[in-house]
């Protein structure tokens, strides 16, 4: 069954990997509480909504999909990772 | 006549919510509940400080949330054409959304039991606000299985022309998610999750006026598409 | 706005109505008096994906095959999105709460519960595009490890309930728990009706002629691709307390 994944495919997912992997380490070993922990926890959200954006692009199709389903899309992860780095942060 | 009927109940839906949200309002129960959280005097307080006031809100909000049932009716008569001869999602979401209805306005009465008799004990008045408020908001069930029975007919309507859109049926399963968080008061005096929390009062209620007006809509274009289809009358008189 | 013409007697009454049913259910005879004036566009695109093998061609734009989907998958993700929000913004009020709460969460198993999320969301990958490319035992069997992947998901979020619980931390416990076990409470739920779905799915690729049609497995992909990127934000938005 893996025959049927395109390496594009695959790079995501590696990249969803490494980028859950990094928030566990900030997470649980604590690199940033020697110079800003709100930037750190700023720093994981936003990634998390990285991503949110790759499952929405490369799993859900929507790169392939009609511009409005995209645009709907493209908002809704600016706009609440937008707001909880803004909430985190400030 | 039948379609002036027909629209007739189409249009209770957007009344049902626009009517009953005035009456919450001149009880004051629009914008913030009495929450769970107040005592048994603060809650006394909130039901006689302006009695008739209250009584006259409640009032109209019980015979708003009435008009429930022509909606239900007039869902159920769509749903049949999905269904044919064997219609089970029908018949359930007409006793599901008759259950509704009952849900919603027994509460009406009870709040306004608080309101009738202004020297009553406020323990006895906090007693009853707690069973209104948990009646008026927990009982998710008969509103959820509506919600699913609808979408189920709606996705497995046969006919290549749908008596109503596919994304209805999608609708009516989000609504039935927004109503999840509307069981957890039974834990939480405070916080968002309580009775007057935000993601439980406020949630339910913004969910199921918007899927009252969203579905009266639908039904009234549906019913305006099948009356132009027989009179064949050209498109642009339903538009 | 201007109201059709009102028409003589050809009302509902139920006999005939029960005839038109009839009418609709019987393919050799089509009804011609329905909707003949609707914008057939979207219908026809929907007529294409009705039947029940899966499609040959690798379709392009698999989004639009359901469009109506959207409006649930949209939806379910502005409901979180006000989630997401109302923690951020207790978090604020109360911070040493939350990042001493946030504390004992046991971040191994939500590190490990990300991962299985995406691998299953990779599996679920497969088996559409194996389905489109007209193989649909490769297909069910890349469900079955997705549909692997969510009771796993759930066996473990279950763990972690429970070990959370011994240890005195309940909904009741403070604010921070009650987001925590409500929103992840109703992420659990949105898991255990995907995996229903992935197991039907499974179900009607697995028979000796699919009994599913592709779009209904390409919904539950969506719907489980979402599920997915929920809880994508859930794990650092609840364990990343503990920075601040």
């Known amino acids: ?90 | 006549m039948n379609t002036k009927i027909k629209l007739l109940c189409a249009w209770s839906g957007p009344a049902l919510a626009v009517l009953a949200t005035v009456g919450l309002a001149l009880a004051n129960v629009l914008p913030v509940p009495p929450a769970a959280h107040l005592d048994p005097h603060e809650i006394a307080q909130f039901y006689t400080q302006s009695t008739t006031r209250t009584l006259f809100g409640f009032a109209l909000a019980s015979l708003a949330l009435g008009l429930i049932f022509p909606l239900v009716a007039l869902i159920a008569v769509h749903m049949v054409r999905m269904e044919g001869r064997t219609p089970l999602l029908t018949f359930l979401q007409m006793v599901t959304g008759s259950a509704t209805g009952v849900f919603l306005i027994v509460p009406m009465i009870m709040m306004a039991t608080c309101a009738f008799r202004p020297e009553r004990s406020p323990e006895l008045i906090q007693l009853l606000n707690d069973f209104a408020w948990l009646m008026f908001i927990t009982p998710l069930a008969p509103f959820c299985i509506q919600n699913v029975a609808i979408a189920l007919a709606i996705l497995n309507d046969p006919s290549p022309q749908p008596v109503l859109p596919r994304w209805v049926a999608f609708g009516n399963l989000w609504v039935a998610f927004l109503f999840v968080p509307s069981i957890l008061p039974y834990f939480f005096y405070s916080g968002p999750f309580a009775w007057q929390g935000i993601f439980v009062f406020w949630l339910a209620f913004i969910a199921y006026a918007s899927w009252a007006i969203g579905m009266g809509l639908v039904l009234r274009h549906a019913v305006l598409r099948d009356e132009a289809a027989v009179t064949m009358t050209p498109m642009h008189a339903v538009a | 706005m201007s109201r059709p013409q009102p028409r003589t007697e050809q009302a509902l009454d139920l006999p005939d109505f029960l005839q038109e049913v009839e009418q609709i259910r019987s393919p050799s005879t089509p009804n011609k008096t329905r909707d003949t004036t609707r914008d057939t566009t979207r219908d026809q695109a929907g007529d294409q994906t009705r039947d029940k093998a899966p499609v040959k061609s690798s379709a392009i734009d698999r989004t639009s095959v359901e469009s109506g989907l959207w409006v649930f998958i949209f939806g379910d993700m502005t409901l979180f999105g006000a989630f997401f929000t109302g923690f951020a913004w207790q978090a604020r009020s109360e911070p040493a709460v939350f990042a001493s709460s946030a504390s004992k969460l046991l971040i191994g198993i939500g590190g490990v519960n990300t991962l299985v999320l995406l691998t299953s969301s990779l599996f679920v990958v497969a088996a559409v595009r194996a389905m489109h490319a007209g193989a649909p035992r490769p297909a069910a069997r890349a469900l079955a490890a997705a549909l692997a992947c969510a009771l796993l998901f759930a066996a473990l979020k279950v763990t972690e309930y429970l070990t959370e619980v011994g240890a005195g931390y309940t909904p009741a416990t403070n604010l921070f728990f009650t987001f925590y076990f409500v929103l992840t409470g109703i992420h659990l739920l949105h898991v255990l009706i995907g995996a229903v779905l992935l197991f039907s799915a499974w179900r009607g690729l697995r028979a000796e002629t699919p009994r599913v049609s592709s779009r209904f497995v390409e919904g539950a992909g969506i719907y489980w691709h979402m599920v997915d990127l929920l809880w994508v934000v859930l794990f650092p938005l609840l364990y990343i307390s503990r920075l601040a």
Request: hydrophobic letters at 65%; glycine letters at 8%.
């Open chain 1, 1 to 90: 069954m893996t025959a049927f994944l395109p390496g594009r495919v695959w790079a995501v997912w590696l990249a969803l990997v490494l980028a859950t992997l990094f928030s566990w380490w900030a997470a649980a070993g604590r690199p940033f509480e020697n110079t800003s922990a709100q930037l750190g926890a700023a720093i994981v959200i936003a990634l998390g909504f990285g991503k949110v954006w790759l499952i929405g692009m490369h799993f859900m199709d929507l790169r392939q999909s009609p511009l409005l389903l995209r645009r709907i899309f493209n908002i809704w992860t600016m706009l609440v990772g937008g707001v909880l780095v803004a909430l985190v942060l400030l």
